[in-house]
């Protein structure tokens, strides 16, 4: 599972080094065995997560068999980049990220369609589920289009788990360790979602998922104008 392999990739190699450490050696960097035990309890927070997304799309998905992979085999390094993503869909500090795209796309929106529930828009590659969930609230119907397990398991969660604001903690970062500033950034929470999804789609609209490859689920445009 995801905390095995970020404890075996991540945590393991570096206490390793620790330990081969002499006693004067590490007199000379008193804060990295502090660092060591905070990284692994960020890993044993991201890898709880988890747990609870497998746990949720078991019991709405009913897809037992094949729900591990999430987070077994060749499938971790997506699992670690999913974490990165939520951060930049679902949490405050991404908000001007999101906004480059909603402030353009709203706006022709409502220039072409008068009554947005009578408007249904297909998002190919929905991600885990933002850019929907922000259609739907500004009334549109929404259906988004998904080929990736992860993203696809990820999204029913996000969408459908009645989550409030800021009620998870995940440390999306802990899994690169050059190019920053301090520690801290390493190794900072951040809190998802920045809105209260269980509120949110209960405006006009209505959010629906297909799941697959985009031209199996809809075809080629060999035919379409």
Excluded at 38 to 62: E, H, P, R, W
Aim: net charge neutral; with cysteine; charged share 20%.
């Amino acid at each position: 599972n995801y905390e095995v392999f970020a404890t075996k990739e991540y945590y393991e190699p570096r206490l390793k080094k620790w330990e081969s450490l002499s006693h004067r050696q590490r007199t000379m960097v008193p804060w990295y065995e502090n660092y060591l035990r905070t990284l692994l309890g960020c890993i044993k927070c991201n890898a709880n997560f988890l747990k609870d997304v497998v746990s949720f799309a078991t019991s709405s998905m009913q897809i037992e068999s094949v729900l591990p992979s999430l987070v077994d085999g060749d499938m971790e390094e997506k699992t670690v980049s999913m974490l990165t993503q939520l951060c930049r869909e679902w949490s405050a500090e991404c908000e001007p990220e999101r906004k480059l795209l909603l402030n353009r796309l709203l706006p022709f929106l409502a220039s072409k369609f008068q009554i947005p529930s009578k408007v249904k828009i297909l998002i190919p590659g929905a991600g885990t589920g933002r850019l929907m969930l922000d259609l739907v609230k500004a009334g549109f119907v929404c259906e988004g289009n998904e080929y990736s397990y992860h993203m696809l398991v990820m999204s029913i969660y996000m969408l459908n788990s009645g989550l409030r604001k800021n009620e998870v903690t995940i440390f999306p970062f802990i899994h690169t360790f050059s190019h920053w500033k301090d520690r801290e950034n390493h190794l900072r929470a951040v809190k998802i979602p920045d809105v209260n999804i269980e509120m949110s789609p209960s405006g006009s609209g209505q959010i629906s998922m297909s799941a697959g490859s985009f031209v199996d689920c809809y075809g080629s445009n060999q035919h379409t104008k």
